[in-house]
């Protein structure tokens, strides 16, 4: 387990280092009104916000392995410390909060350690993309809410929704109009500058605004916050006082704190990565997590987490490697050394825009948006994880998010996919029954396919299925389980009981297709005799074999499944190819295909390119499905190309003629039902194009 050192950083591509430079100082800008109030919350005097936006930001940059992901003094640590230290006694900012709270951080970065080397990072692979968007989402509207009543003028928030709301509320009661009208000024420059002109520094802009109108205008007549003066120096290092406090009135504190902090911020940079297309290892996170806070512990601040805030302003300002985070914690040792006395002149209403801002632009309501359309169950996730954060907490919502993970997966498991099997005729390999009506199914037999693990939650759906389709003339169930990868024992019984029900009513029972390691598992849950009593095969076919069914296999209804030649087997494959693909959005897809080979033919004038349609292998049902929403085109086509009418529709209807003859050719048996089909088509353009269907049928009668 030998950490990677400095591994976003190797094979650095210069290039990046204005981008790295900018968005560096950006975050060391926007992390001091942050870590500042953090700190606060946290118990400790505000300039410890500042200790902690430094080694322990740079120490993370050096051993994270994900390049944008930015460490710091932020919220839920803060929070949950702070009220502990409230909570033993303890007045906030003094003296003695300033011995304690470093203990905690100690005892957090131990947990954080023992985390890596448990490898807890591998937990984070349970948890899916809706709940990590959620959670994000909720974060940063707790963290917004947060930061709201600072706009008005008033201080941050703590707690959840519904304090968070409360205090909102309390602070309107005395709003500063100054403060407000900055704040809201600075934030819609802030938003329509991330539209217009995305990677200008207009928050770095922003800040110097607000000092120099600070210092020039009358911002302290009117009232409006600025953060408090800082005085220069750089923090000390010393061991933790372990004697201020009892280690049993931590420990169990110090765990919860180390749980958010791991679960938070892998939560967090796992979203980051797969958004942005790169993969981090977990568990080097939890040693640069530990590593951090120990950093922290000894220079005197409250534990670290990952911050959102500052990583969606890296995002934002395009910040490339973690060289954003060093630059970003050396810029502050500058500032602390020289340059503290700039602080005292920043308006918080304008530092808090710049947070916000970030925020909003790091929030998933998109991906709720799009699960709401594909997966109410994973909307409903999303939403859980969501809620939970914003109204129990950081942890509580994960926990919830998790269970809700869970539950899904195991609704999912228990609703496999799974399908009957046929042959189509002068076909030998077998194919899920409901793709088409020319698939039978073989006499006599059931080919059933299971697609998940069988467990518990979703055996009973296996006997169900199989038991609903026997009929009076069934020989023989055969279950494909080349999806089965386990069995558990409940339902090893169920098959068990399956087996024995089919024995009493004549049919034989079949399992093929499956892993090897499957058989070992059968032998282990007591059903080693389906093995011995050749109930357990390698593939169909052979299950076939067994019972003396032989290829060409026997169709039901008799169907003739005599052997096709090859040009005959590569015409069958492409039959409805363009519904085999897009399914019920098959209409929808070709109008769409037409209309962008009608804005082609508005340059090229091409109309024959346009007859045969973009789609590779459309057969012939499909070129003729093709060909009648080409016809409801036809004026436009006519007026695009300037050919004439009756020869354009003509021209088609040769295309549909040459259709027709290929069909009857090499699909006799689908002759009559092209026919129906044809007439059906006709009845749709009548419909839709009277006048088009109309010039058609003259043509027709012409013929």
């Keep these: 387990m030998k950490p990677n050192i400095a591994h976003t950083l190797k094979n650095y591509n210069f290039k990046n280092v204005p981008k790295d430079l900018i968005a560096g100082i950006i975050i060391m800008a926007v992390s001091i009104p942050i870590s500042m109030g953090y700190a606060q919350i946290a118990g400790l005097p505000a300039v410890y916000g500042l200790y902690g936006s430094v080694f322990p930001i740079i120490l993370f940059a050096l051993l994270s392995t994900s390049p944008q992901f930015i460490f710091g003094v932020d919220a839920a640590p803060a929070a949950l410390v702070g009220a502990a230290v409230l909570s033993m006694g303890i007045e906030s900012g003094s003296s003695e909060a300033v011995t304690v709270v470093p203990v905690f951080t100690f005892f957090v970065a131990l947990w954080l350690l023992a985390f890596y080397f448990m490898k807890a990072g591998k937990l984070v692979n349970y948890i899916s993309a809706p709940v990590m968007g959620g959670f994000i989402t909720g974060i940063c509207t707790t963290i917004i809410l947060m930061q ?82 800082v005085e220069p120096g750089m923090p000390d290092w010393c061991i933790p006082d372990f004697s201020a406090v009892k280690v049993t009135e931590i420990i169990v504190i110090s765990l919860s704190v180390a749980v958010v902090i791991m679960a938070e911020t892998l939560l967090a940079e796992n979203n980051f990565a797969q958004k942005n297309g790169y993969r981090i290892d977990d568990n080097q996170e939890i040693l640069a997590f530990a590593i951090g806070n120990m950093a922290a512990a000894f220079t005197g601040c409250c534990p670290i987490n990952g911050s959102v805030s500052r990583t969606a302003m890296s995002e934002q300002y395009d910040g490339k490697t973690q060289l954003t985070g060093i630059v970003a914690g050396l810029s502050m040792i500058v500032v602390l050394l020289f340059c503290t006395g700039f602080i005292g002149y920043l308006p918080i209403p304008v530092l808090t825009a710049i947070v916000i801002s970030a925020l909003m632009g790091a929030t998933e309501f998109h991906l709720a948006k799009r699960l709401w359309k594909v997966s109410r169950t994973e909307f409903f996730i999303f939403a859980g994880a969501f809620l939970g954060v914003l109204i129990l907490g950081t942890i509580n919502g994960v926990l919830i998010g998790i269970i809700l993970s869970f539950a899904e997966m195991i609704i999912r498991t228990s609703k496999p996919a799974r399908c009957f099997l046929g042959v189509q005729p002068g076909h030998s390999h077998f194919r899920d029954m409901a793709e088409s009506t020319n698939i039978h199914a073989v006499d006599g037999v059931i080919i059933y396919r299971f697609s998940s693990s069988l467990f518990f939650a979703n055996s009973q759906v296996l006997v169900r299925d199989i038991e609903d389709s026997i009929k009076s003339d069934t020989k023989a169930v055969i279950i494909d389980a080349g999806a089965i990868g386990s069995i558990d024992i409940t339902a090893a019984d169920s098959i068990a009981i399956l087996h024995k029900s089919l024995k009493e009513k004549g049919i034989k029972f079949y399992m093929t297709e499956h892993i090897a390691g499957l058989n070992d598992q059968l032998r282990k849950l007591g059903l080693g005799y389906l093995i011995e009593d050749g109930c357990v095969r390698r593939t169909i076919h052979i299950a076939l074999k067994d019972m003396g069914i032989n290829r060409p296999y026997p169709l039901e209804g008799g169907v003739d499944n005599a052997a096709r030649s090859a040009s005959r087997k590569r015409a069958d494959n492409r039959v409805q190819e363009f519904v085999w693909a897009f399914g019920s959005e098959s209409e929808e897809q070709i109008e769409k295909q037409i209309k962008l080979q009608i804005e082609q033919l508005k340059k090229t004038k091409d109309v024959e390119k346009i007859m045969h349609g973009r789609w590779a292998h459309m057969d012939e049902f499909d070129q003729d499905e093709w060909l009648e929403h080409l016809e409801e085109h036809l004026k436009e086509i006519v007026n695009i190309s300037g050919k004439d009418e009756k020869t354009l529709a003509a021209h088609i209807e040769a295309h549909r003629r040459d259709v027709h003859e290929r069909i009857a050719k090499e699909h006799p048996e689908l002759a009559e039902k092209f026919a129906e089909r044809r007439h059906l088509l006709d009845k749709h353009l009548k419909e839709r194009r009277p006048d088009v269907y109309s010039l058609i049928e003259k043509l027709r009668d012409e013929k």
């Design 148 to 229: 709201v009543p600072k706009l008005m003028g008033g201080t941050a928030g703590t707690g959840e929704f519904f304090e968070l709301a409360e205090h909102i509320c309390e602070t309107l009661k005395q709003i500063n109009t100054a403060a407000l009208l900055m704040g809201a000024i600075a934030l819609a420059i802030l938003l329509i500058s991330k539209k217009i002109m995305p990677k200008f520094p207009m928050a770095v802009v922003l800040m110097a605004a607000g000092a120099l109108f600070t210092y020039f205008g009358p911002v302290k007549e009117w009232n409006v916050p600025t953060l408090s003066t």
